[in-house]
C-alpha cells in the first residue's frame, strides 16, 4: 500500500513551465483507492492519501475519527495553537463558526459585490489602456482578489505587494523563509488587534477583538487563531484560481469565444473551472486506529484529502480530465466538505465570476505570449505564475 507519490516532488509538481500538475496527480487514481505515501507534507511526513471522492467526503464529515487540529502554521514557528475555525473539532468548531458565519454570509457578500465589480474594472480598464499583454497574476489576479480581501479585513492596499510576498514564502517557502514569513504575519496580526482595540474602526479585526464567545471575550490566542487563518486563506487561493481559469481560456479559444458570446455560462463554467483547478489539500490526524477500506490507519497518522484528487474522480464525474464547461450537478470540493466547508467560499466564488466577467467583457480575444510559458507548481496550496498574456 505504500506509494512514491507526493504533491510536492512528483513529477509536474515542482516549478514546471507550460505544467499541469492537475493531470499529473489525476494518475492517484491509477493505483488503490488509499494508499501511504511516506513523503507528502512540507515537513515531509507520510500521509495516506484517500483518491475517491466519497471516501473524502467520509473523512472530512467523521470530526470523531479525523481531527482537523493539525497546526499546519503554528508548527512552522515550533508552536501548537490552532488557527480558528478550520483547526478546531467540534463543538468548539461550531461555536466560532457561528460567529464568523455572518461576516461572509451570501447576504453580505451582495453587499459588497459593487465594489468587488468596480475593482476589478479599474484594474482591468487600466491594464488595457498601458499595453496589449500582462503579467495577469500580477497585474490582476493578485491586485484584485487581494484588494478585496484586504478592504474586508480594513488594511490599505499600498502593502498588497508585502502581504502577498508574505503569503508566497508562508505557502511555498522552505524552512528559514517559510519561518520569517510565519513570524512576520503573527507579529502582524498580533499589533492589528492592539491596535483596533484601543482604535476600533468599521472592519474584520474589530468584529474579531470585540466578540464574544460563550458570553465571555476571545482570548489573544482565539484572536490570533482567526486573524491568521483570514489573513493566510485570502493571499492566494482566488487569485491563483483566477489565474489557471484564464490560463486555460488563453489555451482553449472556443471555450473563451464561447463564454464571450454567452457571459450567462461563466458562473456554470467557473464551477467547472474550480473542478478542473482545484488547489488545496485537506490534512487530517486520525484520533484513533482505524481501519478504513483496507487501510490500517494508526492515531496520530496524518490522512490527504487533496481536492484536485478527488475532482478528478473518474466515479464522481464522467470524463474528469475532459474540462466541460456546461458540466451539471458538479458536486466537486474545491472548497471542502463537511463541517469545515470553506468559510469564505460565497466571497471566492462572487470573486472569481465577477473577474472573468469583466476580462472577457474589456479584454479582446487573448492568449499565451509567444516565447513565454506560465510556471506552475503543486504543494500544498497548487500555484500559477509567469502567466503573460496578449491581445495584441
Same mark, same amino acid.
Given at each position: ?75 512552522? /514557528? ?7 475555525? /478550520? ?83 508562508? /505557502? ?187 476580462? /472577457? ?32
Amino acid at each position: 500500500m505504500v506509494r512514491d507519490f507526493s504533491l510536492f516532488t512528483s513529477p509536474g509538481m515542482g516549478p514546471t513551465p507550460n505544467g499541469d500538475p492537475h493531470a499529473a496527480v489525476a494518475c492517484a487514481h491509477d493505483a488503490l483507492p488509499i494508499f501511504y505515501s511516506p513523503n507528502n507534507t512540507r515537513d515531509g511526513r507520510g500521509t495516506w492519501v484517500i483518491t475517491r471522492a466519497k471516501d473524502q467526503r467520509r473523512v472530512l464529515h467523521d470530526t470523531a475519527t479525523f481531527s482537523s487540529h493539525r497546526s499546519i502554521f503554528a508548527s512552522a /514557528l515550533g508552536e501548537n495553537w490552532p488557527m480558528i475555525p /478550520l483547526e478546531l473539532d467540534p463543538p468548539a468548531h461550531g461555536v466560532f463558526r457561528s460567529l464568523l458565519n455572518p461576516l461572509l454570509s451570501p447576504k453580505r457578500v451582495m453587499v459588497l459585490e459593487p465594489a468587488i465589480r468596480e475593482r476589478a474594472i479599474v484594474l482591468i480598464d487600466g491594464i488595457s489602456a498601458a499595453s496589449t499583454s500582462c503579467d495577469v497574476m500580477k497585474d490582476f489576479a493578485f491586485p484584485f482578489a487581494v484588494s478585496i480581501f484586504l478592504h474586508f479585513l480594513g488594511l490599505p492596499d499600498e502593502r498588497l505587494g508585502t502581504f502577498v510576498g508574505w503569503g508566497k514564502d508562508l /505557502l511555498h517557502g522552505e524552512g528559514v523563509k517559510r519561518t520569517a514569513a510565519a513570524r512576520t504575519i503573527v507579529a502582524f496580526i498580533d499589533d492589528l488587534a492592539a491596535e483596533r482595540r484601543k482604535e476600533p474602526a468599521d472592519d474584520f479585526m474589530t468584529f474579531v477583538v470585540e466578540a464574544e464567545v460563550d458570553g465571555r471575550p476571545l482570548t489573544d490566542e482565539e484572536v490570533r487563531g482567526i486573524g491568521v487563518l483570514v489573513f493566510v486563506a485570502g493571499l492566494d487561493t482566488v487569485a491563483t484560481a483566477i489565474g489557471f481559469d484564464l490560463a486555460y481560456l488563453a489555451r482553449n479559444p472556443k471555450d473563451q469565444q464561447l463564454l464571450r458570446r454567452e457571459p450567462d455560462r461563466i458562473g456554470l463554467a467557473a464551477e467547472e473551472l474550480l473542478r478542473a483547478y482545484s488547489t488545496v489539500q485537506m490534512i487530517r490526524v486520525a484520533k484513533k486506529d482505524i481501519d478504513f477500506e483496507g487501510a490500517p490507519i494508526r492515531k496520530g497518522d496524518y490522512i490527504s484529502c487533496a481536492t484536485m484528487i478527488a475532482n478528478r474522480d473518474p466515479a464522481e464525474f464522467e470524463n474528469p480530465n475532459t474540462i466541460d464547461l456546461a458540466r451539471k450537478d458538479n458536486r466537486h470540493t474545491a472548497f471542502a466538505y463537511g463541517p469545515h466547508r470553506c468559510l469564505g467560499s460565497h466571497l471566492a466564488r462572487r470573486e472569481i465570476v465577477i473577474g472573468l466577467e469583466e476580462w /472577457l467583457s474589456r479584454i479582446p480575444d487573448f492568449r499565451t505570449k509567444e516565447d513565454t510559458a506560465p510556471i506552475t507548481y503543486g504543494g500544498h496550496v497548487f500555484g500559477i505564475e509567469n502567466l503573460i498574456l496578449d491581445w495584441s
